[in-house]
């Protein structure tokens, strides 16, 4: 039984750039959130997504953008990078928006 | 904004001692779960508590929530270098919010 898988494992981009993470969520799971984890930091909630729509959203700018397909995986997208957005940036599934969460390993993103 | 605090933020300890770490808040969560976080992995569960008052036992690890449901604490009896890792408490209110950790480092 796979757990929650996420892709890739390590990027770099520059600034400005856009990056598109990715996320299968474990199996029987319909809800996705996203987080940004800096270094020595607790995560931070992005957003989260269930039935395809975006259902809560953490404080986080507008260059933060989201998606989830029919199949429940889930896509993270980050335009006009800055350097403040060099992060572990992690993908948590459950059975339903508010039950407990099992995350993957993260992609580690580094702006340069 | 619902916010977390844990303390402390860094823990050094032998194997074999005794030890609490902290989480509080000024909000109401309905429930607070508390993760473990080893370098290059993802927050792994390891309990959720719901009820005010609660107390959950994990093997040496007990977990109380308290009674206002606004803060809770981890106790481990007997550390193990195994317990080394980042604790992260996380509650459940209007989104998920986690607390900054507490790094904690078991000697052999």
């Known amino acids: 039984d796979a757990g929650v898988t996420q892709s890739p494992t390590h990027l770099i981009k520059t600034r400005g750039q856009q990056v598109t993470l990715r996320c299968s969520p474990k199996s029987g799971h319909d809800t996705v959130s996203w987080y940004q984890q800096a270094l020595g930091q607790g995560p931070q909630f992005i957003f989260q997504y269930y039935e395809e729509e975006e259902r809560q959203r953490g404080n986080f700018p507008d260059r933060f953008s989201g998606h989830q397909f029919p199949n429940y995986s889930s896509e993270l997208n980050v335009n006009a990078l800055l350097l403040g957005d060099s992060a572990l940036y992690l993908c948590a599934s459950s059975f339903s928006p508010r039950q407990p969460q099992h995350f993957g390993d993260g992609t580690r993103l580094s702006i340069l | ?108």
């Open chain 2, 1 to 108: 904004t619902q916010l977390l605090e844990q303390s402390p933020q860094f823990l050094s300890i032998q194997e074999g001692e005794n030890l609490t770490v902290y989480c509080n808040s000024s909000s109401v969560f309905s429930s607070l779960q508390w993760y473990r976080q080893e370098p290059g992995e993802g927050p792994v569960l390891l309990v959720t508590v719901v009820t005010g008052g609660e107390v959950k036992k994990l093997k040496r690890l007990t977990f109380q929530f308290g009674d206002a449901r606004k803060d809770s604490s981890l106790h481990i009896t007997a550390a193990q270098p195994g317990d080394t890792g980042l604790y992260l408490c996380a509650g459940v209110g209007q989104n998920f919010v986690f607390g900054p950790g507490t790094r904690l480092s078991v000697l052999p």
